[in-house]
């Protein structure tokens, strides 16, 4: 048990939950209240009762529930911090994968405009070759039809000598 309580009427003695809860299931209905008649009242005299309720108990109680709630609310924080936690890894991971997929699409981009370089000098080179080509056909379509018409006309000049 603990020391009594020193207040100016009377000592106060602090009991235990089961004392507390057994005064109370004892404990008239009434309030105890003396109050001595007299025509003029001033004052009324309360008289302190011994069977006040031992605060120390209830306030054990009270912090016995916030530590309850505490212990609650720090097991949310710890599941909060877990989710964090798991949340922080799975962004890592896009983030990673994220940098992969553009590096590959980097490396294709990169592919590609080699690709349409090289396309584009095989493009200019055909063409030059079909220029060249066009030219050689025409002047060789223009050496072969002025020496059929050179035969022609040598042809018709000899024939015609003959009829």
């Known amino acids: 048990m603990r020391e009594p309580i020193d207040t100016k009427h009377e000592?106060?003695?602090?009991?235990?939950?089961?004392?507390?809860?057994?005064?109370?299931?004892?404990?008239?209905?009434?309030?105890?209240?003396?109050?001595?008649?007299?025509?003029?009242?001033?004052?009324?005299?309360?008289?302190?009762?011994?069977?006040?309720?031992?605060?120390?108990?209830?306030?054990?109680?009270?912090?016995?529930?916030?530590?309850?709630?505490?212990?609650?609310?720090?097991?949310?924080?710890?599941?909060?911090?877990?989710?964090n936690i798991?949340?922080?890894?799975?962004?890592?991971?896009?983030n990673q994968l994220k940098d992969e997929a553009n590096s590959k699409v980097d490396e294709l981009a990169s592919e590609i405009t080699t690709i349409k370089n090289d396309h584009r000098a095989e493009i200019e080179r055909l063409k030059k070759e079909a220029r060249v080509s066009f030219w050689q056909t025409a002047i060789s379509s223009l050496i072969i039809g002025v020496i059929t018409g050179l035969i022609l006309m040598w042809c018709a000049i000899i024939w015609g000598q003959y009829y």
């Open 11 to 83: 000592n106060l003695v602090p009991m235990s939950d089961k004392q507390y809860i057994d005064h109370l299931k004892s404990r008239p209905k009434e309030a105890k209240i003396n109050a001595a008649p007299q025509k003029k009242v001033d004052t009324v005299n309360l008289q302190l009762k011994s069977d006040l309720p031992d605060f120390s108990v209830i306030k054990q109680r009270r912090d016995g529930e916030i530590l309850d709630e505490l212990k609650e609310q720090t097991k949310e924080l710890q599941g909060l911090r877990y989710e």
């Open 86 to 94: 798991k949340l922080n890894a799975q962004l890592t991971t896009a």
